[in-house]
């Protein structure tokens, strides 16, 4: 059997790990890096935390004798994809980046690109709005800078300890959302303004047809560089990279 270690995170590596356990030529294995406290029941076992860099996960990937890397994590975990990418190299795995492909603007929408998360804080402007933050929760602590904002933050795990700011709501929820709900959610709330990762796929969506659908304007941080490697954007793409790269490496005799 060969043996696969896909590092997971997002619908994608879920919904590839489950089309792979049904075959019965493949072990495989999903890495979670843990950040998630309630991690969604997948159908194959789960390994949870870090490898110490690439250091690490290329004498991982060489003392499991792993056969295939699949980067299935968020398009936006750089970090976790470049050390991804250069273990593969050095313990000589086939390897592929599975990220869904960004979301295109479309007639509506009024997206502002900047760099990073603190950039965003900077284009909500100095006069005090309210800001529905759809990020991770390891990545509000540059809103505390502006406290004059009313923010809506939505997370999928509690944010804690709470930012210091005097006007803020949380809300803990795991997507998919719909544009109905979202629009729902942003009237309530009276949303001037989301800001919102490039994340691509349907499960985040809704957010993103909601205010073009409102006429809100959407502050984007945009996606770091993908590394320099094979890529697939959808499950059945990575499906049939694997088989090619196994099929490569038995006709090689490895």
């Not at 499991?64 to 593969?88: C, F, G, K, M, Q």
């Not at 950039?119 to 005090?128: D, E, L, M």
């Not at 949303?191 to 809704?206: D, F, Q, W």
């Not at 984007?220 to 196994?246: C, N, Y």
Request: neutral net charge; glycine residues 8%.
């Amino acid at each position: 059997m060969a043996k696969i270690l896909i590092l997971g995170g997002t619908t994608e590596a879920r919904q590839l790990a489950e089309r792979l356990a049904q075959r019965t030529d493949l072990e495989v294995t999903l890495s979670l890096a843990g950040r998630t406290t309630s991690p969604v029941v997948h159908a194959v076992p789960v390994r949870v935390g870090g490898f110490g860099g690439a250091e690490g996960l290329a004498g991982h990937l060489a003392v499991e004798r792993i056969d295939a890397l699949i980067d299935a994590t968020h398009p936006y975990a750089n970090v976790i994809s470049a050390n991804a990418a250069a273990a593969a190299r050095k313990a000589a795995v086939p390897f592929v980046a599975l990220h869904r492909p960004p979301w295109k603007a479309v007639a509506g929408d009024r997206w502002v690109d900047v760099s990073d998360t603190r950039a965003a804080v900077q284009a909500i402007g100095p006069h005090s709005r309210n800001v529905f933050v759809a990020l991770g929760r390891n990545e509000l602590a540059p809103f505390s800078t502006a406290p004059q904002h009313h923010y809506l933050i939505r997370s999928v795990d509690p944010v804690d300890p709470p930012l210091p700011l005097a006007h803020v709501t949380y809300i803990t929820a795991r997507g998919p959302f719909s544009e109905a709900s979202d629009r729902a959610l942003m009237t309530t709330h009276r949303i001037e303004v989301v800001i919102s990762k490039n994340s691509g796929g349907s499960a985040a969506y809704g957010k993103i047809a909601a205010a073009r659908a409102l006429g809100i304007e959407v502050i984007m941080p945009r996606r770091p560089p993908a590394p320099d490697a094979p890529a697939a954007e959808t499950v059945d793409d990575a499906i049939a990279w694997l088989d090619h790269a196994l099929t490569s490496a038995a006709a090689r005799g490895v």
